[in-house]
T-cell receptor, first 119, second 110 residues
Framework: EVQLVESGGGFVQPGGSLRLSCAPS????????MNWVRQAPGKGLEWVSY????????YYADSVKGRFTISRDNAKNSLFLQMNSLGAEDTAVYYC????????????WGQGTLITVSS | QSVLAQPPSVSGTPGQRVTISCSGS????????VNWYQQLPGTAPQLLIY???HRPSGVPDRFSGSKSGTSASLAISGVQSEDEADYYC???????????FGVGTKVTVL
C-alpha cells in the first residue's frame, strides 16, 4: 500500500523558514517523480513543485520560485521542501504527492501538514 | 492561481446524473491529459479519473471522464449522498511547466 507521510509543519513568523519532509512507503521511491501541492484554508488546490526521479529536474510555481527548494534523498527514501521568506500567503496544508507513471498524473497524496505563517 | 475554469457548485437529487465542466487552453488540456480528484470533507484529495477517461481500481463506474479540445467533463451517473465532496480537474501545463488545477466544484446531493 502506497503511503506518504508529511512532517515539519507548524507555526512560523513572516520572513521565517521551514523545512517539510515526506516519508514514502509501499513503492520504489527512486522510480517516481514527486510533487508538493498546497491548499490554503477554505481554498482550492495549488501545485507548488515537482522533482524528477534523480533530483536534477525540478519545477516550481511562480508564486514560490526563488523562495522554495524541492529536493530528495533516494538513499534515505525522503522528499523535502525547504521554504524561505515565508509570508501569510503561504499558510496552507502542504501535501506530498506522487507522480504516476504513463500519464501526467498525481496519483497518490499524503494526508498533509499545516503551515501557519503569522506573527 | 487556478487556470482551469470549473463551476463553483452543482447539485442533484439521488440517482440523477450530474456533470462538471473544466475549461482550459491549448497549453494544458489541449495538449495533456486531464485528471479529476475527489476531496471529501477534511481529507486529502484522491485520484478519481486519470488520462482523461481512466478510473483507478476501486473507483465506482458511475464516475466517468471525457475530453474534447481544450475542455473536459466529469460525469456522475446516479449520484449518491456519499458523493458529496469537492471535485478538482487538473492538467500539466507546458507553458508554465507545472500542474494547473481548477477552482474546484462542490457537489451537493439534495
Amino acid at each position: 500500500e502506497v503511503q506518504l507521510v508529511e512532517s515539519g509543519g507548524g507555526f512560523v513568523q513572516p520572513g521565517g523558514s521551514l523545512r517539510l519532509s515526506c516519508a514514502p512507503s509501499g513503492f520504489t521511491f527512486r522510480s517516481y517523480g514527486m510533487n508538493w501541492v498546497r491548499q490554503a484554508p477554505g481554498k482550492g488546490l495549488e501545485w507548488v513543485s515537482y522533482i524528477g526521479t534523480g533530483g536534477s529536474v525540478t519545477y516550481y510555481a511562480d508564486s514560490v520560485k526563488g523562495r522554495f527548494t524541492i529536493s530528495r534523498d533516494n538513499a534515505k527514501n525522503s522528499l523535502f521542501l525547504q521554504m524561505n521568506s515565508l509570508g501569510a500567503e503561504d499558510t496552507a496544508v502542504y501535501y506530498c504527492a506522487r507522480e504516476g507513471h504513463g500519464y501526467s498524473t498525481i496519483d497518490y497524496w499524503g494526508q498533509g501538514t499545516l503551515i501557519t505563517v503569522s506573527s | 492561481q487556478s487556470v482551469l475554469a470549473q463551476p463553483p457548485s452543482v447539485s442533484g437529487t439521488p440517482g440523477q446524473r450530474v456533470t462538471i465542466s473544466c475549461s482550459g487552453s491549448s497549453s494544458n488540456i489541449g495538449t495533456n491529459s486531464v485528471n479529476w480528484y475527489q476531496q471529501l470533507p477534511g481529507t486529502a484529495p484522491q485520484l478519481l479519473i486519470y488520462g482523461n477517461i481512466h478510473r483507478p481500481s476501486g473507483v465506482p463506474d458511475r464516475f466517468s471522464g471525457s475530453k474534447s479540445g481544450t475542455s473536459a467533463s466529469l460525469a456522475i451517473s446516479g449520484v449518491q449522498s456519499e458523493d458529496e465532496a469537492d471535485y478538482y480537474c487538473a492538467a500539466w501545463d507546458d507553458s508554465l511547466n507545472g500542474y494547473v488545477f481548477g477552482v474546484g466544484t462542490k457537489v451537493t446531493v439534495l
